[in-house]
């Protein structure tokens, strides 16, 4: 099973939208850190509809320890700054796609230690500085599906 890891997500419809497609797509969902509104929000519960129930997921306080754990090898880590574009990288059944918060990414000083594992959804704009943080998971994660079901 595929794990999107949302890492201090902050907008509750995001986090909503991203937890009904990984019920969609039975997607394990782990949410991570410190995020910006309660777990039970009405907001989050909006987005989610009546979905939650059908959701995968786990939330983990500790980011730091989060991260350490990751098997790197199996963790693709999307932002705006990665090297490598997110379709050449290659994704298997057990891989964690990791998303950073909608404000601040997941941080250029963890990324550097990770940077060969960091991908990127281009973007022709350049006064776009990035995509909506539900938009780029559904676009990392369908990925994810066609290449595993090819």
């Not at 509104?37 to 997921?57: C, I, M, P």
């Not at 250029?108 to 943080?133: A, E, K």
Request: proline letters at 4%; hydrophobic letters at 35%; charged letters at 20%.
């Amino acid at each position: 099973m595929l794990t999107v890891a949302l890492i201090d997500p902050q907008i509750p419809p995001n986090t909503g939208n991203i937890a009904r497609l990984c019920g969609a797509t039975n997607t394990h969902l782990d949410i991570v850190g410190s995020i910006g509104f309660s777990l039970d929000d009405k907001h989050l519960k909006r987005a989610g509809l009546d979905y939650w129930e059908y959701v995968s997921w786990t939330y983990h306080a500790d980011k730091w320890g989060y991260l350490s754990e990751l098997d790197q090898d199996r963790s693709h880590f999307f932002s705006s700054k990665g090297p490598i574009v997110y379709t050449d990288r290659r994704y298997q059944s057990d891989d964690v796609l990791v998303f950073g918060s909608e404000t601040t990414g997941i941080g250029l000083d963890y990324l550097q230690t990770v940077w060969s594992n960091c991908c990127t959804i281009p973007m022709s704009n350049p006064y776009i500085r990035s995509l909506n943080l539900a938009t780029s998971v559904g676009i990392g994660l369908y990925e994810a599906i066609r290449q595993i079901n090819s």
